[in-house]
């Protein structure tokens, strides 16, 4: 089982839905969660952090945290075609300092 | 400084060659860290800094990597004798002490080719 897993994609979301992104974990100690985008050819751009269970929003994004299910998510709302990247999911271990662990990114494409 | 820069961001290098990058941190960020990025896949870990102490190494850190921090500023990731397999994106992040999340933040990246 790997530490961080996310679906691969595509997912194609129209012009202005929701875009929803999950991920799940295996370190049931994991303390703090990250969202980065990365478009092509580019480095990860940090969007969002979460370490309490619940919602955290910032502007049309909105983390969702479940420790007991060891899963978190990322919406996207209003999509726009410029939101179109990879979205990786970052897990900081228990255990491991303060690297991060990456799933492999959820390429997002939003069609105008 | 508005954030992390790395130098060179392309490399190209012929296998058996030795290659060295350098980071620059956003400035007051104790931690730094190294990254390696493949097609299709996300970053993964090699070894971070706080200040100029090595706290953490991967075990992808072979023992042809080498990265230093002498001063506590910028740093450097030298690899010796590249293989074809070291082709990837080499990232660097800093995060500033303190805090619960230490968010990293990453710079453009140096992109390696080993021919």
């Known amino acids: 089982q790997k530490e961080v897993e996310q679906n691969s994609g595509p997912l194609s979301v129209p012009e202005g839905a929701i875009a929803s992104l999950n991920c799940t974990y295996s370190d049931r100690g994991s303390q703090s969660f990250f969202w980065y985008r990365q478009y092509s050819g580019k480095s990860p751009e940090l969007i969002m952090f979460?370490?309490?269970?619940g919602d955290k929003e910032d502007g049309r994004f909105t983390a969702q945290l479940n420790k007991a299910s060891q899963y978190v998510s990322l919406l996207i709302r209003d999509s726009q075609p410029s939101d179109s990247a990879t979205y990786l999911c970052a897990v900081r271990k228990s255990n491991s300092g303060y690297a991060l662990n990456f799933g492999k990114g959820t390429s997002l494409l939003v069609t105008p | 400084d508005t954030g992390v820069s790395q130098d060179p961001r392309h490399k190209i290098t012929k296998r058996g060659q030795n290659v060295t990058f350098r980071c620059d941190p956003i400035s007051e960020h104790n931690r730094l860290y190294w990254y390696r990025q493949t097609l299709g896949q996300g970053p993964e870990f090699l070894t971070y800094f706080q200040n100029e102490a090595q706290l953490e190494k991967s075990r992808l850190l072979s023992d042809r990597f080498s990265a230093e921090r002498p001063k506590g500023s910028f740093s450097t990731l030298e690899i010796q004798r590249t293989e074809q397999g070291d082709s990837a994106m080499y990232l660097c992040?800093?995060?500033?002490?303190?805090?619960?999340?230490?968010?990293?933040?990453f710079g453009p990246g140096t992109r390696l080719t080993v021919l």
């Open positions: 979460i370490y309490s269970n």
């Open positions: 992040a800093s995060s500033p002490t303190g805090g619960a999340t230490d968010t990293q933040y």
